[in-house]
C-alpha cells in the first residue's frame, strides 16, 4: 500500500497508456500476419496444396497470437473502465462483427481439412478470409472514427449515452482508415509468407504484397492530409487536477482547430508516420527483391509506425466525444484507481516477459518454410 503511493496517479496513467499501444501493437504484429495470410489465402492458393501450405505457416502459432487480443481487451476493462465502457457498447454491432469473424477462425482451421470434399473446403477456405479481412478492415474503421470523435455523452452521474449507429461508422474517412488497416495487414501477410512458404505460394505473396505495400503508403498519406485539412482535432481549454479522480465531467475541451498541432508542440512524434511510410516502402522493396527476414521487419516497423502516430497524434485524448467535447475520454481523467493501476503494473512486469519469452521460444522452435511436400507428407496431421 505504501510502495503505489510512490508513483504518482498521473505517472501511472501515462504508463498504462503506453502498455495499452504496446498490447494493440503487439496484436497487430502477431495476429496481423495472421489475419493478412487469411485474407490472402484465395489468392496465393489456387489449388488445395497450395491453400495448405499458407494455412500451415499460421496454423501452429495463430492461437498464441490471439493473446495479445485478450491482453489489449483485458488492460482497457481492468485500466480504462469508462474506454471499455463506452467503447464496446457504442461500437456494439462492429465488434460483433469481429468476433463473429474471429469464430470462423478455429472452426475453419479445425474442419477444413477433415473431408476430401473440394466444395467443403472452398467454403472454409473463404470463411478464414472473412475471418481475416473482416476484422483488418472493421479496426481501421474503428480508429478512423476515433480520430473524428465518437458520438457520446455522460450525464452528471457519469453514465454513458451513445447516440450514434452502426452506418453512421461508415464514413468516407473511417473507411480510408479502413483501408489503411487492410493493406497493412495484408502486406504484414504476405512479408510471413515470404519468410515461411516456398514456391508459388510464396511468389504470389510476393506480387501481391508488392501492391498492397504501395497501396499502404498512399492510403495512408492521403488519410494523413485528410487528416490535417479536413478533420478537425480536440483541444483541452480547462485540464483536470493534477493526480485528480477518473472524472471526465471536470474539464473543459473543444472540438476545434486541428489535430497537427500536437507536431507543434512536440515534433519528435513525427518519427512515428515517417517510420509508417519508410517502414511500408522498404517492405515493398524486400519483397520486390526477394529478402525474407528484413522484410518482415520492415513491414512490423511501418505497423508500429502507423499505429503509434494515431496515438501520439491524439495524446492525451484516448476517446473524443463528438456531441460533447468535454465528455472526451483523455489519458488523464478515465482511468480506474492508483492501486487498480500500480497491482496491474506489477502482474504487467511479471507476466509479459514471461509471454514475451514463451512467444520468442515458441517461434524459434516452428523455425522453417512449409512445403507443399510437407503438407503431403504430413496430410493427417497438419492443418
Known sequence: MILNQLIDLDILRVIWWILLGVLLTGFALTDGFDMGVAALLPFVGRKDAERRVAINTIGPVWEGN???FILGGGAIFAAWPPLYGVSFSGFYLAMFAVLAS?????????????????????????????????????????????LQGVPFHFDQDLRAFYEGSFFGLLNPFALL??????????THGAAWLNLKADGVVRD????????????????NVLA???????????????PAV?????????????HAGSWMAAYATRPWIAVAPVLGILGGLLTFLGLRSGREVSTLLFSKLSIIGI?????????PFILPSSLDPRSSLTVWDASSSQQTLFVMLVAAVIFVPIVLSY?????????????????QANSESVY
Open 204 to 219: 504470389r505473396a510476393r506480387a501481391i504484397g508488392s501492391v498492397t505495400a504501395l497501396l499502404t503508403i498512399v492510403a
Open 66 to 68: 490471439q493473446v495479445w
Open 224 to 238: 494523413g492530409v485528410w487528416l490535417a485539412g479536413g478533420i478537425q482535432g480536440y483541444q483541452i481549454t480547462l
Open 102 to 146: 474471429f469464430i470462423l477462425r478455429p472452426v475453419g482451421f479445425k474442419y477444413r481439412s477433415k473431408r476430401e470434399s473440394a466444395t467443403w473446403r472452398n467454403r472454409w477456405d473463404w470463411a478464414l478470409f472473412i475471418g481475416g479481412a473482416v476484422p483488418a478492415l472493421i479496426f481501421g474503421v474503428a480508429m478512423g472514427n476515433v
Open 359 to 375: 512467444t520468442a521460444w515458441v517461434y524459434k522452435v516452428l523455425w522453417g518454410k512449409v512445403t507443399e511436400a510437407d503438407v
Open 242 to 254: 493534477a493526480n485528480g479522480p477518473s472524472n471526465p465531467l471536470y474539464k473543459d475541451a473543444v
Open 307 to 315: 499505429v503509434s502516430s494515431v496515438g501520439l497524434t491524439m495524446f
Open 177 to 186: 482508415a479502413g483501408v489503411v488497416s487492410l493493406m497493412m495487414l495484408i
